[in-house]
């Protein structure tokens, strides 16, 4: 299945500094798979904050679907 | 016909005079007086809220001019705590609001009474780890709190409801493992997204304050390089160790001294634990012919061969030159804890 992925603000690092990547999955792929597919550990990812779908925070266990777009958001951490 | 100075407020409908009278009696505590600290602390002050207590550990430097309004080359020059120079501006822009300076580093010893007897905490801080230990005490004392971070030329921010809606823990899960993170320290910031998301967190704060139906229940991601602005549904993790199980662990632990790296910079802070018995003065005394003290109006320098630090008031020392906690704390015991050996 075909994912649009969009990286926004410092996130992009995680795609060579392009915002949209359009990838193809297995079915059945979750939010995790399309994580491991850019290598991004989530708990060692100095950038990576959660996945956005529909406007909505996904969770990294959930099914994708073909033509998902799902966008990587980082943390904020700075003030 | 005079006019009082919030009369343009008060003509905006959704605040109007009853409106003005919630801001001017409120209390809020902004942490972190940096970027976005300066900024919403400004906004408040010129808005009318009655009490703001300002909290930040940091003396101004003249890499902060670049994005944080309130200070100037004078307040580096003569190293002058953010907090007490935020009081100095902002009593000269609003003589009527109660201006509460704390030169402290927020830790488990001070952070529950710093926030529990305020209406609302605002974030202004730079790291991960305080905001989480904000999460936590504000969800124990049922306050209410903006969560605000930038980085880059990104940021986000949302309201935070104990009990009502999703904690910071909720959104962001567990820091990474090995503690580390890019801040504006590490990767840079600009001034555009710091002041945008300053004034994100002060709408909600004077929305929440007035009791407005138009708080947000959303978490705003934007960013001012890319163009992108999205605001997203977050839900509550019903696993969450902080908002679903109570369990309060990073108010939990504390080390007698405790002792943090301060990003960006050579150095390690080290907190003694606040039981009120820090003598400054006798510490200083101390310190006099064992190497340079120079001594300002808000801490204290040393420098000899071995040692290079800034003592404050509160018992808090900010260890320069310095390659791990370890060392700072050895240097904090050896000068200021006077335990030999």
Known sequence: MKIKVQFNGPVRQLNNWKNVANIE???GATGQDLLDYFKIVPKQNRLYGFLIRDGKKMKEEEVLNDGDVIKVNGKSAGG | ?????????????????EGQKKLQEARVCVIGIGALGSSIANNLARAGVGYLRLIDRDIVELTNLQRQVLFTERDAEEMIPKAEAAKMHLSEINSEVEID?????????????????????????????????????????????????VVGSGGMSMNIFPGEGPCLQCLLGEIPEDGTYDTCDTVGVISPITTIIAAYETAEAMKIIVGSESVSHQLVSLDAWDCYTEFIDVDIDPDCPVCGKHQYNRLEHRQKNYTASLCGHDAYQVTPEDDGSFDYEGVIKALEGEGEVKKSRFFTMFKNDEADFKLFPDGRAIINGVASGDDAQKIFARY??????
């Open chain 2, 1 to 17: 016909m005079q006019v009082g100075r919030y009369h343009r407020q008060e003509i905006f409908y959704p605040i109007g005079p």
């Open chain 2, 336 to 341: 200021i804890d006077r335990q030999e050996g």
């Open chain 1, 25 to 27: 999955l297995p079915d």
């Open chain 2, 101 to 149: 300076p704390r030169v402290v580093d927020v830790n488990p010893y001070n952070i529950e009474k710093l926030i529990s007897d305020v209406d609302l905490v605002i974030d202004g801080m730079d790291n991960l780890e305080t905001r989480y230990l904000l999460n936590e005490a504000c969800q124990k004392h049922n306050v209410r709190w903006v969560y605000g971070g």
